[in-house]
């Protein structure tokens, strides 16, 4: 097994459902789920839960691309895990091979289900497709792409703004470097994993952070590793061994986070480095916790999976919802100045222990 964080969070994410009716607990109404809470991890936690049904039980189709990609199914897994607790029929369609996702909506319109969520492959060509749906008194939400259906927007799940968190996460970089003895000016290294998805687009929006900020970068544009933790920190040690006055590193993953985080514990005490990036496994905030790292934004997949379900779920029990429903990415602040010395972290218990650091016993998992 890989010991990348990415590995970590895909197998997380994917773990087989069996999907069938839930039981409905009783519960109070609720209004649209738009999802208020900074203070959260997920974002998720105080949304308000869905009224069990007063007939039968609606349907809600999750309809996927073909071939489908990690992170449509870590939304159709997160909303399948939702629906399990639910009064709800859900079922999951996959296009076919070479059918585009305007024709599923079509081919699964004409076989009938109370609500739609559609992963957009081509918004154009799926607004009329969606029109159609509508006339036959199918409701629809996409996710991360805003389609118009006969001139009228559908509702959209999209994720939080990765431009605002990245803002957050080099201030906090910045005002941490100074206490290592180092310039809040910089310069510093944007750093991501090839393999990790949307780690490129996260990188660049610390990028351009960084220049609007006036920090000094590192070459001309973020630099992406292939492969795990260990990669990440040898291009690390490499950079600083170049670059002494490095002062800062932002990464746009969980395997970029935790190689920086990792290097830059065992380094002497003012020779440091500030680390601060995006994370999608709430685990590894015990990091920041622990003040290894200055600062992480929650870029939970999971959450567009779910408030996409939940915004189905209103719209099939008649209820109104927003066009937009943003996935909150609240941003942590380590609580204290940054720490030295051995990291102790288990990335995964089933993984060989890295040379040197013992697992630490988490007990059980939260929710």
Known sequence: MSRTAATIWVLMA???????????DPQGDRVAPVATDPGSQSGLAGLPAIPRSGGGAPRITFLLPNPPRVQPLIWKEAAQLDAAKKNVIFTVRTAGEGESMAELVRRVGREGTTALIVVVDDAEALGPAIAEARNRGIHVVTILEQVTADGEPVPVVVRGDYARAAEELVEAAAADATTLGKSAEGPALVIATEEFPEADRRAEALFEALTRAGIETIGEGPRTVSGGQYDIGEAVLETLKSRPELAMVLTGDDTSFLGATIERSELPEGTGLTVAGY?????????????????????????????AFR????????????????????????????????????LNPQDA????????DRGQDEG
């Open 14 to 24: 994917l773990v087989p459902v069996a999907v069938v009716s839930g039981c409905g």
């Open 279 to 307: 994370l999608v496994d709430p685990e590894s905030f015990d990091i920041v916790d622990q003040s290894f790292a200055s600062a992480a934004a929650f870029a939970d997949d999971r959450g567009l999976g779910i408030l």
């Open 311 to 346: 915004n189905a779920m209103s719209l099939a029990r008649g209820e109104a919802v927003p066009d937009r429903t943003v996935v909150p990415m609240p941003v942590r602040r380590a609580p204290g100045p940054p720490a030295y010395g051995r990291l102790r972290f288990d």
């Open 353 to 360: 222990p890295l040379e040197g650091f013992a697992p630490t």
